[in-house]
């Protein structure tokens, strides 16, 4: 399976600011997504990163809260704007590869203060 | 849209014994039925999955059924072991989309 390389690895944000998440892969995959993870719940998808035109989001995530890059099939980022302290989460970069599986990569634990 | 649901949110179970996990989905044209297993501070690893062409899988101590008529899907692990305490998360999806997850069931197993 794919080899997912993400960061940074946590970080603790001021509230008003943003961050971005990167994500390289160790080869070109077709699907990227961007999950989200809030503390002790389940996986929820942001938006699915499409090489060479705009993400797709899913309900209740907006592109100028969540602006996604999709520059090449390895590589993606995720920003998160104008931080909240409900922005406090794991956000997750997953790819689909080999037999049609979904890996995950290590993910990126924010803490907005 | 998909929605998957999953049953019991936590379950203990003593070692050796066995541990059920069901989940349902909506989607009757969802065709991929994966699991996870997250343990604590670490990313989701994928331990089965099973598509709709198969009714039962199994890998060593763990298996998975699908029930398409009914649209559930459950994970089966035999001779529990400590270090099977986790969170366990099922999924579904259909060709081209992604996976839409159930909210996760924690699993301890007591020695």
């Known amino acids: 399976s794919a080899v997912i390389s993400q960061k940074p690895s946590r970080d603790i944000c001021q509230r008003g600011t943003s961050l971005t998440i990167q994500c390289q892969v160790d080869s070109q995959v077709t699907m990227m997504f961007w999950y989200r993870q809030q503390p002790g719940q389940s996986l929820t998808l942001i938006a699915t990163?499409?090489?060479?035109?705009?993400?797709?989001?899913e309900s209740g995530f907006v592109i100028d809260k969540f602006p996604i890059s999709r520059p090449n099939l390895t590589f993606s980022t995720l920003t998160v704007s104008n931080m909240s302290p409900e922005d406090s989460s794991i956000y997750l970069c997953?790819?689909?590869?080999?037999?049609?599986?979904?890996?995950f990569g290590a993910g990126s634990r924010l803490t907005v203060l | 849209g998909e929605n998957v649901e999953q049953h019991p949110s936590t379950l203990s179970v003593q070692e050796g014994d066995s541990a059920v996990i069901k989940c349902t989905y909506s989607?009757?044209?969802?065709?991929?039925f994966p699991w996870y297993k997250q343990e604590l501070g670490k990313r989701p690893q994928l331990i089965i999955d099973i598509r709709s062409n198969v009714g039962e899988k199994k890998d060593q101590r763990i298996a998975v059924t699908l029930n398409k008529t009914a649209k559930h899907f459950s994970l089966h692990i035999t001779e529990t072991q400590p270090e099977d305490s986790a969170v366990y998360f099922c999924a579904a999806s259909k060709r081209n989309t992604p996976l839409v997850f159930g909210k996760g069931t924690r699993l301890s197993v007591i020695a």
């Open positions: 990163a499409n090489q060479g035109s705009e993400a797709t989001y």
């Open positions: 989607d009757s044209a969802s065709n991929y």
């Open positions: 997953s790819v689909i590869s080999g037999a049609n599986v979904l890996t």
